[in-house]
């Protein structure tokens, strides 16, 4: 990505061609359109290549920073929120797991992150997601 941020458009199209299936896949995952994920895909990348030119890349791995920007222009195109809810650091762990199958440790080694750390953040994760169960007298009245 260094070379991407000073404009190199060849280092760009490998970072493209290494991570552009699996970004394509988790857009996939929220539009489910193909016309609409490919659209999604190229404002993804163009953001990618604007961004990496200013300097904006995090800590972690490249494709969780990618798959946050993609996942972000699918949830806003498409409104279907429900990882939004979570707080970012939740939902990079959760992201990394459904859409890229990383385990934990691949998820702490993407992230810069230690590993009790990352599992705290999936399990926190996955109770935040979790429907709040009902209780009978709320189906009663």
Same mark, same amino acid.
């Given at each position: 990505m260094d070379r991407?941020? %000073?404009?190199d458009q060849e280092a760009f199209a490998e970072v493209?061609? %290494?991570t552009s299936a699996q970004v394509l896949r988790l857009i996939h995952d929220v539009v489910s359109e193909r016309a609409a994920t490919e659209e999604i895909l190229q404002a993804a990348y163009l953001a990618v290549? %604007?961004? !990496?030119?200013?300097?904006a890349i995090v800590a972690g791995s $490249? *494709?969780?920073? /990618? +798959?946050? /920007?993609a996942h972000e222009r699918a949830v806003d195109r498409y409104d279907s929120g429900i990882l939004r809810t979570l707080p970012k650091e939740q939902r990079e762990c959760v992201a990394l797991a459904r859409y890229f199958g990383l385990s934990p440790q691949e998820i702490?080694? !993407?992230?810069?992150? =230690? *590993?009790? /750390? $990352?599992r705290a953040l999936t %399990? +926190? =994760?996955l109770t935040n997601l979790r429907p709040a169960p009902t209780r009978i007298t709320d189906i009663a009245s």
């Open positions: 991407t941020a %000073r404009g493209y061609d %290494r290549w %604007r961004c !990496a030119g200013e300097g $490249v *494709l969780g920073w /990618i +798959a946050e /920007i702490a080694a !993407a992230t810069a992150t =230690a *590993l009790p /750390i $990352v %399990r +926190a =994760a």
